[in-house]
């Protein structure tokens, strides 16, 4: 049975465009920390949180100044075998099977006594083959001003997030991809980068 999951991917104007153009996502730079392995990474059906990357991402990255922020929403369509969600039950006894075949992997490369749980989660999920499993599924907590509004930390509430991390690209609908929040450069609020003042230590 296959499982259609709505997804949102925030990410610069320009990029934006292309995917549009071109009906296709790309696996973005490889690094040892992405949340849960190497791919393509959407929030699912959080229009509103992809958006708050989007703008971020253009905010913080010095090269993409001039840039508009965009959301794209997708569809995806997985097998159910093939969807690894982390947030079910099921999901965590199937990622304990692959843990059992990961140990001596993971001593090979050092990480037996790592303390960074990015780095250890994206060895565990990139070593989940991809002949077995497309898309890794978690909710993680997401720092936000919700933290600060009393009535809702008091219930122990915060805000989350769905990541979804697409490992075969042609699980896209073609069809399903657009664009539905721009927000033009000019609306962006950027964080000021302070100067460093000179100090003149001449005698």
């Known amino acids: 049975m296959k499982i259609p999951l709505i997804v949102h991917h925030g990410t610069y104007g320009t990029a934006g465009k292309d995917i549009v153009r071109d009906k296709m996502y790309k696996i973005g730079d490889m690094r040892e920390d992405h949340w849960l392995g190497q791919g393509i990474y959407f929030f699912r059906e959080d229009v509103e949180q992809a958006a708050w990357w989007a703008k971020e991402k253009v905010t913080n990255t010095p090269k993409l100044s001039k840039e ?4 794209l929403q997708s569809i995806l369509e997985v097998e159910e075998s093939r969807f690894l969600n982390l947030d079910s039950r099921s ?5 304990e099977k692959y843990l059992n075949d990961f140990e001596d992997k993971l001593n090979m490369h050092g990480l037996a006594m790592t303390d960074d749980t990015n780095v250890l989660r994206c060895f565990y999920m990139d070593n989940i ?7 890794i599924q978690r909710t993680f907590p997401v720092r936000s001003y919700y933290d600060k509004v009393v009535p809702i930390t008091n219930m122990q ?35 000021k980068r302070s100067r460093r003042r000179r100090i003149n230590i001449n005698t």
């Open 129 to 135: 083959s991809k002949k077995e499993i497309d898309i």
């Open 91 to 95: 999901g965590l006894s199937k990622l």
């Open 68 to 71: 508009d922020a965009v959301v």
């Open 157 to 191: 509430l915060c805000l989350h997030g769905v990541q979804v991390c697409l490992r075969n690209s042609k699980l896209v609908k073609q069809d399903s991809i657009g664009i539905v929040k721009h927000f033009p450069s000019d609306t962006i609020r950027r964080k």
